[in-house]
């Protein structure tokens, strides 16, 4: 499967912003899907995941509460709403997709798991 991620770009602290990820190639809807960012001179850090169905979330501590992760089988998409921006924010933030499991309730947070990865897009948070 092949993943473009989007929506990335400068904004200020307690701005929002949407992050798109759509998926061509194989059936969406199989995977698990999954958003990661990587600060400069750190690693990647796990940031969201939700499970095929969409019934199913997981987010870091870091971001719960403000970030929400939900998906669109039906366009392909899955999308990152982050609300309540900070600095510690700023980031590349990439999709993932995850093949590990046929369940339709089981999301994933290693990274080691994910098979398939976009681009990333550069989001900047101006404090």
């Known amino acids: 499967v092949q993943l473009q991620a989007s929506g990335g770009g400068l904004v200020q602290a307690g701005d929002s912003l949407r992050l798109s990820c759509a998926a061509s190639?194989?059936?969406?809807?199989?995977?698990?899907m999954g958003w990661f960012r990587q600060a400069p001179g750190k690693e990647r850090e796990f940031v969201a995941a939700i499970s095929r169905n969409g019934g199913s979330t997981n987010y870091a501590d870091s971001v719960k509460g403000r970030f929400t992760i939900s998906r669109d089988n039906a366009k392909n998409t899955v999308y990152l709403q982050m609300n309540s921006l900070k600095s510690e924010d700023t980031a590349i933030y990439y999709c993932?997709?995850?093949?590990?499991?046929?369940?339709?309730?089981?999301?994933?947070?290693?990274?080691?798991?994910?098979?398939?990865w976009g681009q990333g897009t550069l989001v900047t948070v101006s404090s």
């Open positions: 190639g194989r059936t969406f809807s199989n995977y698990i």
């Open positions: 993932a997709a995850s093949s590990v499991s046929f369940s339709a309730t089981v999301i994933v947070i290693f990274d080691k798991l994910y098979d398939y």
